[in-house]
T-cell receptor, first 116, second 111 residues
Framework: GAVVSQHPSWVICKSGTSVKIECRSLDFQATTMFWYRQFPKQSLMLMATSNEGSKATYEQGVEKDKFLINHASLTLSTLTVTSAHPEDSSFYIC????????????FGPGTRLTVL | DAKTTQPPSMDCAEGRAANLPCNHSTISGNEYVYWYRQIHSQGPQYIIH???NNETNEMASLIITEDRKSSTLILPHATLRDTAVYYCIVRAQAGSYQLTFGKGTKLSVIP
């Protein structure tokens, strides 16, 4: 299947700092990318939907000024957690939709964020 | 998108077939059934999807009932590496393309 990468795979930061997570589709152009968050022992929760060249659509309860999403190209989307706090510690996962294929979504390996 | 119901956990002996059920009684005509799995601390992995016909690929088989209100994912010869949380998701093929994850079924393959 298609490959989606995330970088970094894990990050530890101090409270109040900002962290950027990259999501790349390696062998296809992703018209749409999605960002999810997963807390321990819970399921994935969709945070936002990002279409290339346009503003992201955020799910209810997700602060768009805190979780900045940029989707500047068909192969790259970034999520920036601004002024991170310990409660933002989570597993962040992106997925990319292969619009040129069968519209399947392929998921990245996830980024473990720990805010001290 | 329609909601799905799955048992929270199942065990399966290594080498035996694992049959994971999913109820989706409110599924509408244009919605597909998707199965993903998530191995611990990894991103979800696509397994299979179908509309109304049974489907098979190198990973699994998907059996959808005639009324489409339920389906079963079959792993024909489960291995220890198949231990994961399995998610059954119903989604329209067009539109927002969002996947809404429920709690899934935690499958434990036992030696």
């Amino acid at each position: 299947g298609a490959v989606v990468s995330q970088h970094p795979s894990w990050v530890i930061c101090k409270s109040g700092t900002s962290v950027k997570i990259e999501c790349r589709s390696l062998d296809f152009q992703a018209t749409t990318m999605f960002w999810y968050r997963q807390f321990p022992k819970q399921s994935l929760m969709l945070m936002a939907t990002s279409n290339e060249g346009s503003k992201a659509t955020y799910e209810q309860g997700v602060e768009k000024d805190k979780f900045l999403i940029n989707h500047a190209s068909l192969t790259l989307s970034t999520l920036t957690v601004t002024s991170a706090h310990p409660e933002d510690s989570s597993f962040y996962i992106c997925s990319a939709r292969n619009g040129g294929g069968n519209n399947e979504q392929f998921f990245g390996p996830g980024t473990r964020l720990t805010v001290l | 998108d329609a909601k799905t119901t799955q048992p929270p956990s199942m065990d399966c002996a290594e080498g035996r077939a694992a049959n994971l059920p999913c109820n989706h009684s409110t599924i509408s005509g244009n919605e597909y059934v998707y199965w993903y799995r998530q191995i611990h601390s990894q991103g979800p992995q696509y397994i299979i999807h179908g509309l109304k016909n049974n489907e098979t690929n190198e990973m699994a088989s998907l059996i959808i009932t005639e009324d489409r209100k339920s389906s079963t994912l079959i792993l024909p010869h489960a291995t220890l590496r198949d231990t994961a949380v399995y998610y059954c998701i119903v989604r329209a093929q067009a539109g927002s393309y969002q996947l809404t994850f429920g709690k899934g079924t935690k499958l434990s393959v036992i030696p």
